[in-house]
Nanobody, 125 residues
Framework: QVQLVESGGGLVQAGGSLRLSCAAS????????LGWFRQAPGKEREFVAA????????KFADSVKGRFTISRDNAKNTVYLQMNSLKPEDTAVYYC??????????????????WGQGTQVTVSS
């Protein structure tokens, strides 16, 4: 069982930056693929970014490429989402997710086994 706790959300003006953190419990953090998803009111949950397990590659949604980065600190059992050049359309609840050795379909929420409670990000225009 893995527990995920997000933090770092808040209110920011358009063009600003935020860094989200997701702290995980467990002893095999490096073996988990970690993803970030977001859900705006009235919309489906959508993929934002993912970090493949064991030092694998990263993947981003087209809408955030060049603005967001994902990184992980396996020693701290934490994954980060650095969000720059934020836009009002980035406003959503952001969730981190995890799945042991997930290797395909990183952008599908249904492929993840564990989820955090979410953190609100609001970007004002």
């Amino acid at each position: 069982q893995v527990q995920l706790v997000e933090s770092g959300g808040g209110l920011v003006q358009a063009g600003g930056s935020l860094r989200l953190s997701c702290a995980a419990s467990g002893r095999t953090f490096s073996s988990y693929t970690l993803g970030w998803f977001r859900q705006a009111p009235g919309k489906e949950r959508e993929f934002v970014a993912a970090s493949r397990y064991n030092g694998g590659d990263t993947k981003f949604a087209d809408s955030v490429k060049g603005r967001f980065t994902i990184s992980r600190d396996n020693a701290k059992n934490t994954v980060y989402l650095q969000m720059n050049s934020l836009k009002p359309e980035d406003t959503a609840v952001y969730y981190c997710a995890a799945r042991l050795t997930l290797n395909i379909g990183l952008n599908f929420p249904s492929n993840y086994a564990y989820w955090g409670q979410g953190t609100q990000v609001t970007v004002s225009s």
